[in-house]
């Protein structure tokens, strides 16, 4: 590739961070479209991630757990209670997902979770 070709890139890779900053609406919900089209592809990728960067990812969840123990006790006690009865409704919008999250309010009650999606999961945060 020569110099010319990394120039469009970058310029044009430019571009997309400036849109996606300034439309974050119009990126979540064509995000979110996109999951709910391709979710085989989406389930398939992450695992072939995962697969692919074993060790980066033990490392990071090494690093999550260390950060809060109450919170990393509150969801493998949550995850062992669950099984495969995790729900596929969000609590807050009431949309059907493949990828639904459980969010604790206080971590010394790990039971009480609200089930929610990554959209949903994210403003929560962003609220709290």
């Known amino acids: 590739m020569n110099q010319l070709e990394l120039e469009k890139k970058k310029k044009i890779a430019q571009h997309k961070r400036k849109w996606a900053n300034n439309n974050k609406e119009k990126r979540q919900e064509s995000c979110q479209k996109y999951c709910e ?33 109450r919170r990393s006790i509150a969801h493998s006690r949550v ?22 999250h ?16 990554p959209v949903c999961h994210k403003n929560l945060h962003k609220v709290a």
């Open 37 to 69: 089209t391709h979710k085989a592809k989406r389930k398939e990728s992450i695992k072939r991630w995962n697969d692919n960067n074993r060790p980066k990812r033990r490392e990071t969840l090494s690093k999550w757990r260390e950060q809060d123990k």
């Open 79 to 100: 995850n062992k209670k669950l099984k495969e009865k995790r729900p596929d409704k969000c609590y807050i919008c009431n949309k059907e997902h493949d990828f639904i």
């Open 102 to 117: 459980g969010h604790h309010q206080d971590y010394n009650e790990p039971l009480k979770v609200i089930w929610c999606c």
